[in-house]
């Protein structure tokens, strides 16, 4: 069994900054992709960041340039630095891992942590 936990959120003006944190324990495995998702009251959930096991990376268009994902393999510890915060991206993050496993995508999340920016 895999967990995920999740830290760093909080409540961060307009303009600002926060850094999330996501590692993984149990039953650890070499994931394929790490990345964050969010979800915003009444929206669905959406892809913010992700990034493979050989470095490469994919950000949502709404945060190029301000948000930058990284990851630690050996620890499956994945971080979100996001600067320049917006109202628009308070949400509930999510952090996510990703397995293939025989053409088979399986996934494990973490509970969420709120980020709420506020003007």
């Known amino acids: 069994q895999v967990q995920l936990v999740e830290s760093g959120g909080g409540l961060v003006q307009a303009g600002g900054s926060l850094r999330l944190s996501c590692v993984a324990s149990?039953?650890?495995?070499?994931?394929?992709?790490m990345g964050w998702y969010r979800q915003a009251p009444g929206k669905q959930r959406e892809l913010v960041a992700v990034?493979?096991?050989?470095?490469?990376?994919n950000y949502a268009d709404s945060v190029k340039g301000r948000f930058t994902i990284s990851r630690e393999n050996p620890k499956n510890t994945v971080w979100l630095q996001m600067n320049s915060l917006r109202l628009e991206d308070t949400a509930v993050y999510y952090c996510?891992?990703?397995?293939?496993?025989?053409?088979?995508?399986?996934?494990?999340w973490g509970q969420g942590t709120q980020v709420t920016v506020s003007s």
């Open positions: 996510n891992a990703a397995r293939v496993l025989a053409a088979t995508v399986v996934n494990y």
């Open positions: 990034i493979t096991s050989g470095g490469t990376t």
């Open positions: 149990g039953r650890i495995f070499s994931f394929n992709a």
